[in-house]
């Protein structure tokens, strides 16, 4: 069955970085798209990057573009997502999901929050 | 950025009951929305893709009708487990977007 497992949430300070990664099992990874989704504490949910099965095709909402980058290893079956210039209105927690339209499966989640 | 909105966003329903929530998009989207179903601490689960097709393994209780701007979501006959909060969401375009979401909760 398909699995997705998030890791590297935490607490940062504003102004700083974190790294998240998603590691997939259970489907050929490289053949679909992926997608990272986040959702505030108590909000609901605001999609955060596109990637392409190839890498070929990244897409990302206003609120992250030019600090956020989603990347993936195609042949180590993971996704990542680097955030830089974290801000307090980062706190959430993020989901990968799979798919390149529609999510049909997503992981459990990583708590990052952005607090001093 | 295409915007959706949802209502109601919270319901009080009995098991039992039909309940309908309704998405719409401010511009046509063609049949590119999903719905999602989320309890808490859990993460979504897709219900309805394309409009109206039911994801494997979703109950046929389950129902989502629409196209252009204006989409629903039908439950025929609440059970206790469909407590929780739906969402809408369209892949017509980048940037994806979400509605703010439907609480449905037991009366």
Known sequence: ?116 | AIQLTQSPSSLSASVGDRVTITCRASQAISSALAWYQQKPGKAPTVLIYDASSLESGVPSRFSGSGSGTDFTLAISSLQPEDFATYYCQQFNSFPITFGQGTRLQIK
Request: aromatic share 12%.
């Open chain 1, 1 to 116: 069955q398909v699995q997705l497992v998030e890791s590297g949430g935490g607490v940062v300070q504003p102004g700083g970085s974190l790294r998240l990664s998603c590691a997939a099992s259970g489907f050929t990874f490289r053949r679909y798209a992926m997608q990272w989704v986040r959702q505030a504490p108590g909000k609901g949910l605001e999609w955060v990057a596109f990637l392409r099965y190839d890498g070929g095709n990244k897409e990302y909402a206003d609120s992250v573009k030019g600090r956020f980058t989603i990347s993936r290893d195609n042949s180590k079956n993971t996704l990542d997502l680097q955030m830089n210039s974290l801000r307090a209105e980062d706190t959430a927690i993020y989901y990968c999901a799979k798919g390149w339209k529609y999510l049909d499966d997503w992981g459990q989640g990583t708590l990052v929050t952005v607090s001093s």
